[in-house]
Nanobody
Framework: QVQLVESGGGLVQVGGSLRLSCAASGGTFLSMGWFRQAPGKEREFVAISWRRGSNTYYSDSVKGRFTISRDNARNTVHLDMDNLKPEDTAVYYC???????????????????WGQGTQVTVPS
């Protein structure tokens, strides 16, 4: 059974940093990434480590502040978040897939598996 387990969420002050991690078990994935969902909003794309880390892509809202990295040996993906802002407050979900094409990386239904989510809170 494929499972994605996130860790590392929490409460952090404005300008602070957090690292999220996602460990996959029961399968391997070509691409692993992160989405987030704030209260009352749709789940949105954050970042992806494309095809075992051959490339990375980010949403405009996090580019330059977040860094995604992949540990293929451990089937794990990390999201290092710096200079956090109140608008980064959300539940962050790990997502993974083997059938993604580049034009679909921002689409939720392009991913095969999802984690349970981890809360990140940045009070204003």
């Amino acid at each position: 059974q494929v499972q994605l387990v996130e860790s590392g969420g929490g409460l952090v002050q404005v300008g602070g940093s957090l690292r999220l991690s996602c460990a996959a078990s029961g399968g391997t994935f070509l691409s692993m990434g992160w989405f987030r969902q704030a209260p009352g909003k749709e789940r949105e794309f954050v970042a992806i480590s494309w095809r075992r880390g051959s490339n990375t892509y980010y949403s405009d809202s996090v580019k330059g502040r977040f860094t995604i990295s992949r540990d293929n040996a451990r089937n794990t993906v990390h999201l290092d978040m710096d200079n956090l802002k109140p608008e980064d407050t959300a539940v962050y979900y790990c997502a993974a897939g083997n059938r993604l094409i580049l034009s679909s990386i921002r689409q939720r239904d392009a991913y095969d598996s999802w984690g349970q989510g981890t809360q990140v809170t940045v009070p204003s």
